[in-house]
């Protein structure tokens, strides 16, 4: 936290009601913290009650360590002395004062959502912003894009923030919305509507609508950014909240349209055209990471700086020096001369694709070799899907597809039905005994492909 506030600020954004607290005007609070751990003098502590552990057993242990006070559901045994603010729920408390923390500075809040490329357009649209706006541009860390990684990263902003890239998960229906209600973006992306969430949801028009509701939040001067080659553009068009809508991708009627697409061996590039009100031009845009779908996020990154005031050759050549997270696309050389492409750190039908198309179309190799995991949370669509998988992959030209998981057992069933060489299709069910195929088998030349959800740990099989 960049700003203290009093105690009395925390009550009056929170209601909460406070026990052995005396002038409360008086308290300082320098940090907001949910993590015991990590509480520093200073702090309010957030007591959280999860599927593990219970904040509010670790009361004593924060005020050792200089909390000034902590936000609690209950009061638990031993601590009817501390300097407690009781509320009903306290990850609601929570949301209200980092609301009201982010009130306090003229930070514009762009929030990213979309089924796929959530966290690297994010990242994106920070970098071609700092080209523009040194120095005045923050981005959610890491995974804080929940209902409390969000109220944490707004307890980062500062008076020199003049724009905060948010990126805004989802899990269920009305999850956006309580996010987009605490953050309150000005500007919203969405980059695609695709199958992740399909479990909870149960149908891609479901998704469509929680994702929706990022616009629907927007204020009537905010800025929308959709996906124009999307199915479900006009869906998404319908919902915006207000009246300014751009849109990106290779469609002919989109405000920034990417065409002549070029696949180098260690690039993705093209040209993106801009047909705004206020600007025109024809922009060559590069990536130094291979997959033509990153450069499609790239192309939302890139209309949004501009759209927001960035020169669109500065935006660009921000994003030609971009470092994304680890585990996104990431193509490592191997010292005994073979390439890993790591993509590992998840997976959906989708992506899934975009992954092998990279594999099979833009590294050059002696053998293509797909390592795959499951793609989880896909529900009642998990067996389709996997199976829709296995068909197309009987089809493509790869030496080697091993499947590492219980679900990929359609796609293997489906891949031998279609005609791919069951001498060429293995099955593990840990990353582990994958691990030990490809230490006997890969050799120089040959290119590795890693893609699979999360919970596998798929990047086990390369670990040395």
């Given at each position: ?459 086990q099989a390369v670990v040395r």
């Amino acid at each position: 936290m960049r700003r203290a506030m009093r105690l009395s600020e925390v009550i009056a954004a929170t209601g909460a009601k406070p026990l052995n607290i005396r002038a409360p005007e008086a308290v300082a609070v320098t940090g907001v913290c949910i993590d015991s751990r990590t509480v520093e003098a200073g702090d309010l502590f957030v007591a959280l009650r999860g599927n593990r552990t219970d904040g509010h057993h670790y009361l004593q242990e924060v005020f050792d360590k200089g909390a000034v006070a902590a936000l609690v559901e209950y009061v638990p045994l031993g601590a009817e002395e501390m300097p407690l603010l009781r509320t009903p729920n306290t990850v609601h408390a929570l949301g209200q004062l980092a609301r009201y923390y982010r009130r306090q500075f003229d930070t514009t809040v762009i929030g990213v959502t979309g089924s796929t490329g959530k966290t690297t357009t994010k990242e994106m649209i920070a970098a071609a912003l700092e080209a523009g706006y040194p120095n005045a541009v923050q981005k959610s860390a890491g995974n804080y894009n929940t209902e409390l990684g969000v109220p944490l990263t707004l307890f980062g902003l500062d008076a020199d923030c003049r724009f905060l890239v948010q990126e805004m998960a989802m899990r269920g229906r009305t999850q956006i919305a309580y996010l987009a209600e605490i953050a309150e973006p000005r500007v919203g992306v969405i980059t695609q509507i695709g199958w992740s969430h399909i479990e909870q949801l149960g149908s891609r028009e479901a998704i469509a609508e929680a994702k929706s509701e990022l616009i629907q939040a927007l204020p009537p001067d905010g800025i929308a950014i959709l996906p124009r080659d999307d199915r479900f553009y006009e869906f998404l068009q319908a919902r915006c909240a207000c009246e300014t809508v751009y849109t990106f991708g290779r469609h002919p009627e989109a405000h920034a349209r990417l065409t002549e697409v070029q696949l180098g061996e260690d690039y993705t590039a093209g040209v993106v055209v801009l047909n705004l009100p206020d600007v025109q031009a024809r922009v060559w845009l590069e990536l130094p990471y291979l997959g033509e779908h990153l450069l499609v996020n790239a192309t939302a990154a890139l209309l949004t700086a501009v759209v927001l005031g960035v020169v669109p050759d500065a935006a660009a050549g921000a994003l030609r020096r971009i470092q994304l997270p680890e585990m996104r696309m990431a193509v490592q050389r191997q010292p005994e001369g073979w390439t890993l492409i790591n993509d590992a750190y998840n997976a959906n039908p989708d992506s899934m694709r975009a992954a092998l198309q990279v594999l099979i179309h833009q590294i050059p190799a002696r053998r293509r070799i797909a390592v795959l995991g499951d793609m989880k949370e896909l529900g009642a669509y998990s067996m389709r899907l996997h199976w829709s998988l296995g068909r197309w992959l009987a089809t493509q030209p790869l030496d080697y597809v091993v499947l590492v998981g219980t679900e990929v057992l359609w796609t293997a069933a489906a891949a031998k039905e279609g005609g791919f060489p069951p001498s060429r299709l293995l099955h593990f069910e840990t990353p582990q005994q994958a691990r030990e195929w490809l230490l006997r088998t890969v050799q120089k030349g040959d290119c590795v492909l890693l893609k699979g959800s999360r919970a596998l740990g798929l990047e086990q099989a390369v670990v040395r």
